[in-house]
Every structure is written in structure tokens, then in C-alpha cells.
T-cell receptor, first 112, second 114 residues
């Protein structure tokens, strides 16, 4: 079945460090890919998305490129801030499907 | 302000006592969905609704019911809650089921079933 695998957390970094959170997927069709972020006590918010191969989604300094050849959608940020501390979810959605398929989430903590 | 509103935010209750978690959206979205979030498992879909009076099972529907009598509301009903339904629940909505339509999430309801 369709699935998303994220790197194990938690991830702890210092402020201004470079961030990568790995995400790979398995899909029977041609999915759209998403990163959602969940701040403490809140629901999930869409961070960025990509709908076709080689698309790059970007928002708030975060980027992810849809790599069909490696079935990956890794999240990157060049210089993280304390306010980036949250849980990050990678997800896919197939055309015509009714649901998002989520990875298990990666908790990120940024220390000042 | 566009939002998805869930109530209650927190609930502690006992096995077998029927409960309802309400979900309301003010964006005139057709599609609504319920997920549960458990550690190490991410979010899993419980039920979804394509439009009024149209609902269907997701991946983990056992022990839950839903209804969609109005476009804006999509309550989640636990007729006889059990401890394995202790979880964090999220309601979500989107304009339609188009591939790249973003889903808007509520702030979550933390249920503890004793």
C-alpha cells in the first residue's frame, strides 16, 4: 500500500544550524507531496507542497524538492530558529484519493 | 477568520459512556475528515465525507460513527468508548478532493478513556 517514511526523531539542533528531515514514499500512483507542521497545542498547518516531479515547494525558508527517481521529498532549511521547534509531518495524496497518507512525524527542537 | 473548530479540546471519560466530538468549518468546504494521531503512527484517517449525507470509512473506522447533515458540521461519535480509543483527534476540511487541495486542520481534541 501507499506509505510515507520519515527519519526518526527527535531531532535537536542549535539555532542557525542547517536542517534536513528525510522523507521517502511508496505510492501506487503519482502523488502530490506535502509537508505539514504542528506547533505545540495546535493542529497541523500546511508548510509546503509539490504536485509533480522536480517541483520545489518553499515557505518560511523551508524547501523540499519532489524527486521521483528516489521517491523522496526531504525538508531543508538553511538556518533554523527557536520558533521552528515543532513536529513535522510528510504526507502524500494520490489523484482522486480521499485521504492524506502521513509519515509518523519528526519532532524538532531548536536550542538557543 | 477561516477555521476548523473542534470541541471539546480535552475530555477524560470512562469506558462505555457515549461521547461526541463536534467539528465545524466556516469555509464552505465540501470535504471533511477525521484523523487520530498516535505516537509513532502519524495520523490515520477514521472517516471522511465528500459532501452532505455522503460519508465513508477511512483506515481505522471501528468503534466510531459520523454524520454529515449540514455542510459545515461533521461530528465524531463514540457510542461505547474503550481505552484503545485514547488518542489525539483532528478534524480537517478542504474545498474538494482535488489532488493538491490543502487540508485545514482543527486544533485537536485529546481524549482519555479510563
Amino acid at each position: 500500500g501507499d506509505s510515507v517514511t520519515q527519519m526518526e526523531g527527535p531531532v535537536t539542533l542549535s539555532e542557525e544550524a542547517f536542517l534536513t528531515i528525510n522523507c521517502t514514499y511508496t505510492a501506487t500512483g503519482y502523488p502530490s507531496l506535502f509537508w505539514y507542521v504542528q506547533y505545540p497545542g495546535e493542529g497541523l498547518q500546511l508548510l509546503l507542497k509539490a504536485t509533480k516531479a522536480d517541483d520545489k515547494g518553499s515557505n518560511k525558508g523551508f524547501e523540499a524538492t519532489y524527486r521521483k527517481e528516489t521517491t523522496s521529498f526531504h525538508l531543508e532549511k538553511g538556518s533554523v530558529q527557536v520558533s521552528d521547534s515543532a513536529v513535522y509531518f510528510c504526507a502524500l495524496k494520490l489523484r482522486g484519493a480521499q485521504k492524506l497518507v502521513f509519515g509518523q512525524g519528526t519532532r524538532l527542537t531548536i536550542n538557543p | 477568520e477561516a477555521q476548523v473548530t473542534q470541541n471539546p479540546r480535552y475530555l477524560i471519560t470512562v469506558t462505555g459512556k457515549k461521547l461526541t466530538v463536534t467539528c465545524s468549518q466556516n469555509m464552505n468546504h465540501e470535504y471533511m475528515s477525521w484523523y487520530r494521531q498516535d505516537p509513532g503512527l502519524g495520523l490515520r484517517q477514521i472517516y471522511y465525507s465528500m459532501n452532505v449525507e455522503v460519508t465513508d470509512k477511512g483506515d481505522v473506522p471501528e468503534g466510531y460513527k459520523v454524520s454529515r447533515k449540514e455542510k459545515r458540521n461533521f461530528p465524531l461519535i463514540l457510542e461505547s468508548p474503550s481505552p484503545n480509543q485514547t488518542s489525539l483527534y483532528f478534524c480537517a476540511s478542504s474545498l474538494s478532493v482535488g489532488t493538491d487541495q490543502p487540508q485545514h486542520f482543527g486544533d485537536g481534541t485529546r481524549l482519555s478513556i479510563l
